[in-house]
């Protein structure tokens, strides 16, 4: 617990020092929380995705780690352009190689978005019926425009990001793909997420249900940051 803590920390200050003032210090607080959440989504969630009882609540903690590992990736690529020549070569980051993770990051940025969509779509009048229950307006309606904006956000930031052998780079694609998806996470974590913080009863049930719903408050609000940087980086 107390080494998760020292790199989650230590990970965020260094991540925070600007990659032109010294990119070597940004990449080492990408590699730490990298590997915090690598940690984290195989001990932690990949374990709990063993009980049965835990899985409806785990899946999503799962691909939001990998999202978020695949936002991080994507960082270091960015952080990349400010190493010198001789340190891509020695660690042979050659242009084809940095493409390559760059496309593995953000097609792992939207695997939780592609999740929440097959899963929403698949239970669609059991989620109609939770946002009934919530007191939201047009709840099928609001399931229906969730699932649209989840896959159609997936499908652009794909096509923005596709291997050279299917096609040339799109940027305004991704571009829009990022801002779907970033305004699908503003709703979905003011409705969904943030009121169902605080446990509504005593049993270890409801207060795992809750601490699951505070981490979803986090993660998204790292996840709708990491789509802004991202979108304005492809411009």
Same mark, same amino acid.
């Given at each position: 617990a107390a080494l998760a803590v020292v790199s989650m920390v230590v990970g965020g200050v260094l991540v925070a020092v600007p990659a032109w003032l010294d990119a070597y210090l940004t990449t080492a607080g990408e590699a730490l929380l990298g590997l915090f959440l690598t940690a984290t989504l195989i001990m932690v969630h990949g374990v709990a995705l063993t009980v049965p009882a835990? =899985?409806?609540? !785990?899946?999503? =903690?799962?691909?939001?780690?990998?999202?978020?590992?695949?936002?991080?990736?994507?960082?270091?690529?960015?952080?990349?352009?400010?190493?010198? !020549? !001789?340190?891509?070569?020695?660690?042979?980051?050659?242009?084809?190689?940095?493409?390559?993770l760059e496309i593995v990051g953000r097609w792992m940025y939207t695997s939780i978005f592609v999740v929440c969509a097959l899963r929403k779509a698949a239970k669609f009048p059991g989620f109609a019926g939770m946002l009934q229950m919530m007191g939201l307006p047009a709840p099928r309606a609001c399931t229906a425009a969730a699932v649209l904006s989840l896959g159609l956000g997936s499908a652009l930031v794909w096509l923005g990001h596709r291997p050279v052998w299917v096609g040339s780079y799109c940027w305004w694609a991704s571009s829009a793909g990022y801002v779907v998806l970033g305004a699908f996470l503003i709703p979905a974590t003011?409705?969904?997420?943030?009121?169902?913080?605080?446990?509504?009863g005593?049993?270890?049930?409801?207060?795992?249900?809750?601490?699951?719903?505070?981490l979803d408050v986090y993660k998204n609000i790292s996840l709708f940051a990491a789509a802004v940087w991202l979108a304005l980086e492809d411009r």
């Open positions: 835990r =899985q409806r609540l !785990e899946l999503g =903690q799962f691909f939001k780690s990998v999202s978020l590992n695949g936002a991080l990736l994507s960082f270091f690529v960015k952080t990349t352009t400010f190493y010198d !020549e !001789e340190t891509l070569g020695a660690l042979q980051l050659t242009p084809a190689v940095l493409t390559t003011l409705l969904i997420h943030w009121p169902r913080m605080k446990p509504t005593c049993s270890p049930d409801d207060l795992m249900a809750a601490q699951c719903h505070t």
